[in-house]
């Protein structure tokens, strides 16, 4: 096996590849790329896996010798940060490949390629294409609102639906909910759902850019395959229900506050700096003309914040919120301005753009914390 490629071609790749490798795992092989040399083609096969999800990455090169051979995911990504930005000549020797840049030269101790779980071959010329700059800003708009409680499985997916006339990714936690609906015709015949893990999606998030516009996504019983650019990636679904988290959606917010997204992403910021660690609680009292966000905090001290430039209608207001979550939901919102609706001061919060928005909406949903 020989092949050469230069640095820049190759180590972009490797950095998106790299975030598939599991950090924990029984299975010594899976800390592994498996590249595959393909001298017919003239291009390495790149595929590396956590047995959820699957990413095969298809990179032009140099390739004088086919082969194939397993390598340490996290020490050729090492090596490759620190290599100058030259050609890399790759030569397997028995059971080692030799990497040789500029004079500088790195033997590598390869595993077992038979060990390496099988990944069976994919048809996607039944995929459907979807705009790939619209799926991103679906990832986006919800991802932050997933579960990380591994025993809660199903919510530590993005419910993705796509319907013949629309569609629509939602995410919860509990605490929070993101919802991001696209009002246009896909191309699917009928309504499909499936519950997609989150890491699979924060992939695709990564690689897509502006350059290539369609993302084709073929979808089965038990996974979904994407395929954009050099990737194809195959992730299993969560299986189960989603549940309905529009029971949870307050009907009779009828408080409804008007303001600048900066001006209060920076008010929090600030008075974050005194949240507990417990809680990251901060309180907002909203009135007519004045709103103060404060933090008290026992231990340290308080800060507090008055605001006067917004518009409100509804009743006066005090309620608490974790502040980390009410920043992670405005810095997915698009308009200068946020529109908040509160009911009662135990109900959640809707926020939402400001303003017309053309063929999506969005709406966001965050629980406030008790009072102590």
Not at 93 to 102: A, F, G, S
Request: charged fraction near 25%; hydrophobic fraction near 40%.
């Amino acid at each position: 096996m020989k092949f050469s490629i230069e640095r820049k071609d190759l180590l972009p790749h490797i950095q998106h590849l790299i975030n598939i490798v599991p950090g924990k795992n029984t299975m010594p092989i899976l800390t592994n790329f498996l590249i595959e040399a393909d001298e017919n083609e003239n291009q390495l096969i790149i595929t590396v896996t956590d047995l959820e999800i699957t990413v095969i990455a298809y990179i032009k090169a140099n390739v004088i010798n086919g082969g194939k051979i397993a390598i340490s995911a996290k020490r050729l990504m090492d090596i490759l940060t620190r290599l100058p930005d030259k050609m890399i000549d790759f030569v397997k020797k028995e059971d080692d490949i030799v990497i040789d840049c500029n004079a500088i030269e790195f033997n590598l101790l390869c595993a077992e390629t038979s060990q390496f779980p099988l990944v069976p071959e994919v048809d996607l010329s039944a995929s459907v294409p979807i705009n790939a700059g619209l799926f991103r800003k679906m990832i986006e708009n919800t991802s932050f609102a997933v579960s990380t409680e591994i025993n809660r499985a199903i919510f530590t997916g993005i419910n993705w639906t796509l319907d013949p006339e629309f569609q629509m990714m939602a995410a919860t936690d509990g605490k929070k909910i993101a919802e991001f609906k696209h009002n246009k015709p896909t191309h699917v015949e009928e309504r499909i759902e499936r519950i997609i893990p989150t890491k699979g999606l924060n992939f695709l998030d990564k690689v897509i850019n502006e350059t290539i516009s369609e993302v084709g996504v073929l979808i089965e019983p038990n996974r979904v395959i994407f395929q954009y650019a050099p990737y194809v990636l195959m992730t299993h679904v969560i299986e189960g229900h989603y549940p309905d988290y529009n029971k949870a959606i307050p009907k009779n917010n009828t408080n409804i506050l008007l303001l600048d997204k900066l001006l209060l992403k920076e008010a929090v910021n600030r008075v974050s700096l005194l949240a507990i660690e417990d809680t990251y609680k901060i309180r907002m009292k909203i009135k007519e003309n004045t709103i103060l966000i404060d933090c008290i905090n026992r231990d340290e001290g308080e800060a507090h914040e008055q605001i006067h430039n917004f518009e409100y209608e509804g009743e006066d207001l005090e309620i608490a919120f974790n502040y980390k979550f009410l920043l992670a939901i405005l810095n997915v919102i698009e308009t200068p301005q946020v529109e908040i609706r509160f009911g009662k001061d135990n109900e959640g919060a809707l926020l939402f753009n400001h303003g017309e928005e053309k063929d999506y909406s969005t709406r966001f949903l965050l629980m406030p914390l008790r009072f102590l």
